[in-house]
Structures are given as C-alpha cells and as structure tokens.
C-alpha cells in the first residue's frame, strides 16, 4: 500500500492523530484552537504540520497542508454531547461539527471520520445534528457506517466507549469493516500503574496493584469551563474510591516511601491520588509523550481524547479500505 494522508481536526493532545499514524497515516496536519494541545503536538511531533486556530474561523485556503487528503479525521469536543453537560450540541459555543463539515466540503477527503460519545449517534436529542452530517455525506458523495467500540477491546486499560462515524465511496465502503476486539483481555489498573506506583519508593505499589485487579473507571473530568482538575463527579469518585483512588483532585507526584493506604483518614490523605501522566497511560499513551501546559490544562487535554490503540485500530481498517 501507498502513503496515505491524513488531516485532523479538534486534534487535542493528539491521541486520535497519534494512532491514525501508529497506522500509517502520514499526519498531513494537525488542528486545534487551544494553546497548549498545539505545543503539545509540537513537543511530540515537530514533523506534522500544527496549525493554531478556531475552525469556525480557519480559511483553509491559505494553508497548503489542508488542499486534500486522504483521511479528514475530528474528534468532536465531547462537552457539547454530554449528559453531564447541557446537551446543547451545535448550540454550544465549543462545537465544532458544523465547521468539520465545512471543512470536509474544501479538503474533499477519500473518507470522513468523526468521533464523540455514542450519544451522538444515538440520542432524539442530536437528530438535526445527524441530519446535518448525512446531508454533507452526500454532497461528498459517500455512504456512512456507524460504530460504538470500547476502548478495552483494544488494550486500553479502561472501560470507555466512543461512537464513531465513518464515510467513503460506496465502492470502498464495502471493502470496509470495524475492527473486532483484541483476543486477549486488556491489561488491569493496576497492571498499567503498578511501575509507576512504585516509582518513588512506595512500599504499598505492589499491594495496590494486585488489589486494582479490574480495568479502569472512565476517565471523565477536565471538561473546557468546567473547573479543575479531577476525576469527574459524584459516581465516578465513588468508582475510582473502590480501588483506593482519590477522584476529588491529581496529585503532583506519585506516592512515596512514608505513604499508606488509609480509609480511616480523610480521602485526600489517605488515598491514593493519581498523577496526570498516569492518568495518560491509562488512555494508551506511551510514557514518552509529552503534555505542555499546567495541571489543569494537561489534564483537560489527556481526558477529553480518544485513546491511541482505538484509532489505530480503526485507522488500519479505514486504510485497507482505501486500498493505500
């Protein structure tokens, strides 16, 4: 197969993009409207083609990067979809559907990929979005498939699932199918974390892994406006409690060789508080890839994307399909 190109949108801290080039996908170029997702993306990938800008407002005609491509990949802001948000959808200042499909109608892609939380697929409350995304998959003359895949059938350490959209010519369609899950279970919480538990001396990282036996909580949390960093509401830090995880705020550090693991205190103190690149390997993230900016921004970065191994996984496909 040829090089394929790929263009994406909303990239964030890169997790979407990542895997698309972990599937061979040249990333043609990046875009994304925070200051701190693009030094990112830098950081890691001085190569790529980083372009800073709301895409309501991009004219992609001053940037040769974005005159075609195979792929026009976007992961969606997921804030304006949530449950835990207002729902409001293009309505929200911080979507940015209607300007992917703009941007669609000038990149002219082989294929359209566009990712949020199965919701968006889903929900009578999104229907004039729906309506919307079809109309522009027939002006581009393509056909669509949906997908929810779970992000632990691929080896992610973490139960959480993402809706993905995929169009392209009839023709290729039919040489295209999801990928199916891995054969072998995704690895546990404490599977993922137990090096790095144990990274400062922490005589209790072993104990803690071995009782964090299970995949990960959804990683939630971090959304734009919403606030600091943490690991989401009510439910989610009861969740990440069962495993001796403090879900009101992220640590600093790891734990060191004076700390342990007790309930009798108040949680902040007596639990364990995970760090902002752990919370990155949970998401699939090797631990070189670096976050650029503060905790709250890193974080904000790291929770909203979607994991690498998931778009690979779909990247591969979506290749084979294209025949590049």
């Not at 993009?17 to 170029?29: N, P």
């Not at 393509?142 to 691929?154: C, E, G, M």
Request: with cysteine; glycine share 12%; aromatic share 6%.
């Amino acid at each position: 197969m040829g090089e394929a190109t790929a263009i994406d949108l909303c990239a964030g801290v890169g997790g979407q993009a990542l895997g698309l080039e972990q599937a061979g996908f040249r990333i043609a170029a990046a875009v994304d409207v925070d200051v701190d997702s693009c030094a990112t993306l830098r950081a890691n990938r001085p190569e790529w083609q980083v372009i800073r800008g709301d895409l309501k407002e991009i004219e992609p005609v001053e940037y040769d990067c974005l005159d075609g491509a195979d792929l026009l990949s976007c992961g969606l802001p997921r804030s304006p979809y949530t449950i835990g948000g207002k729902q409001q959808g293009t309505a929200d200042p911080r979507d940015a559907l209607s300007a992917a499909l703009d941007m669609a109608a000038y990149v002219r892609p082989s294929a359209l990929l566009l990712e949020n939380i199965p919701g968006f697929l889903t929900s009578p409350r999104f229907a004039a979005m729906r309506e919307a995304v079809a109309e522009a998959v027939e002006d581009l003359g393509f056909v669509a498939t949906t997908a929810v895949l779970d992000a632990r059938d691929f080896g992610v350490s973490q139960r959480r699932e993402h809706g993905f959209l995929l169009a392209m010519s009839g023709e290729r369609m039919k040489r295209f199918s999801w990928p199916v899950p891995l054969a072998t279970p995704c690895p546990t919480l404490g599977e993922t974390l137990r090096a790095s538990m144990g990274a400062r001396g922490w005589p209790g990282a072993d104990d803690w892994a071995d009782h964090a036996d299970q995949p990960a909580p959804t990683i939630v949390g971090g959304a734009t406006g919403r606030g600091g960093a943490d690991l989401g509401g009510t439910r989610s830090k009861k969740a990440w409690r069962r495993w001796d995880v403090f879900g009101g705020s992220l640590g600093n550090e790891v734990p060191g060789p004076e700390f342990r693991i007790d309930r009798d205190l108040p949680d902040k103190d007596g639990l364990v508080s995970l760090t902002v690149p752990q919370v990155a390997l949970l998401q699939g993230f090797t631990a070189d890839w670096r976050i650029a900016g503060r905790k709250t921004s890193t974080y904000r970065q790291i929770s909203q994307t979607t994991p690498p191994p998931v778009a690979a996984a779909v990247g591969r496909e979506v290749r084979k399909a294209l025949g590049r």
